[in-house]
């Protein structure tokens, strides 16, 4: 459990980084969630707290689910566009930090010399690419669905495992027939001792 632990918080701190220097708000707000709630989840396990790891169960659920929208969102599946500032809560214009600094990207500033047009004004031409900034995205959000998976595999079965061991539990005279406390005898049957004789 530690080691799957190690790589979802890994995982998600890889990309929680990259959210932050693209300025990605909603993707940064979900990893900090799951960062916490993985936390939660390995706090559940070792202290044998069972509810922890059903907080854990669902929200990975909810994990799974945001990863496939992100998927979705890049592919601009069923309408959505990745262009546009949903990621960011429509608070400002970032993007994807892989859009510019990806693998082989060569980043240029062009200044448009439309007139009229303010001379600070810029924007950035992206060459060179050797994977589009979309497919990187959806490779982070596939690795979290999978890692995700698996620790729903995992958290499942120690509930179970946690779920049998309190069915088994039985307190001392408890509701058996046979309690560990005999009740009192009534006679009490004395039997004569012998002496024991001297020796000499």
């Not at 190690?6 to 300025?23: K, S, T």
């Not at 859009?99 to 439309?114: L, N």
């Not at 958290?155 to 061991?165: K, P, Q, R």
Request: with cysteine; aromatic share 16%; charged share 15%.
């Amino acid at each position: 459990i530690f080691c799957l632990c190690v790589f979802l918080q890994l995982a998600a701190l890889e990309r929680q980084i990259f959210d932050f220097l693209g300025f990605q708000w909603a993707p940064i707000l979900g990893n900090f969630l799951q960062i916490i709630v993985v936390i939660l989840g390995l706090f559940g396990t070792i202290q044998f707290r069972p509810r922890y790891i059903v907080v854990y169960t669902v929200w990975t659920a909810l994990w799974v689910t945001w990863n496939v929208f992100i998927i979705c969102f890049y592919l601009e599946v069923g309408g959505l566009s990745k262009e546009t500032d949903l990621m960011t809560f429509n608070i400002s214009m970032h993007r994807s930090w892989w859009r510019e600094h990806g693998p082989g990207c060569i980043r240029r500033v062009v200044r448009p010399s439309a007139p009229g047009v303010l001379e600070d004004y810029s924007y950035v031409s992206v060459t060179g690419c050797i994977i589009d900034f979309q497919y990187l995205e959806v490779i982070h959000s596939a690795i979290q669905i999978l890692l995700s998976l698996i620790g729903f595999v995992y958290a499942c079965y120690v509930i179970s495992i946690f779920m049998e061991e309190e069915d088994s539990f039985d307190f001392i005279g408890g509701l058996d027939t046979y309690s560990y406390r005999q009740p009192p005898q009534e006679h009490v049957e004395l039997k004569p001792v012998k002496p024991v004789g001297k020796v000499l």
